[in-house]
């Protein structure tokens, strides 16, 4: 069963970085699509960034566009997101998560996705 691990969560001051990293424990793992989500308490969970496509293709929530980015590591089965000029709007629990999907707007949908990590904290002092 693939399971996924994240890491990299922590507290910072607006302005700051982190960078989280979701691992896989599968011996080998295939999947369409890979994203990070995000989700604070009473909110529904927001999509923030995908690679979908075979690993071909990029999207983004326009609210991190231009700060956060993105990628994969396929011989070490990790996902990756640099979190850069935080603001205390991107406190959330942040998880990683692997699915199917054929768009830019699936990839940011959380129905198409099965197999998600336990999440991991962001706080952002302002």
């Known amino acids: 069963q693939v399971q996924l691990v994240e890491s990299g969560g922590g507290s910072v001051e607006a302005g700051g970085s982190l960078r989280l990293s979701c691992g896989v424990s599968a011996d080998s793992w295939s999947t369409s699509c890979v994203a990070w989500f995000r989700q604070t308490p009473g909110e529904a969970r927001e999509g923030v960034a995908a690679?979908?496509?075979?690993?071909?293709?990029?999207t983004y929530a326009d609210s991190v566009k231009g700060r956060f980015t993105i990628s994969q590591d396929s011989a070490k089965n990790t996902l990756y997101l640099q979190l850069n000029s935080l603001t205390p709007d991107d406190a959330a629990t942040y998880y990683c998560?692997?699915?199917?999907?054929?768009?830019?707007?699936?990839?940011?949908?959380?129905?198409?996705?099965?197999?998600w990590g336990q999440g991991t904290q962001v706080t952002v002092s302002s």
């Open positions: 690679i979908y496509d075979g690993g071909r293709r990029f």
């Open positions: 998560a692997a699915g199917g999907c054929l768009s830019a707007a699936q990839a940011l949908t959380q129905n198409y996705y099965n197999i």
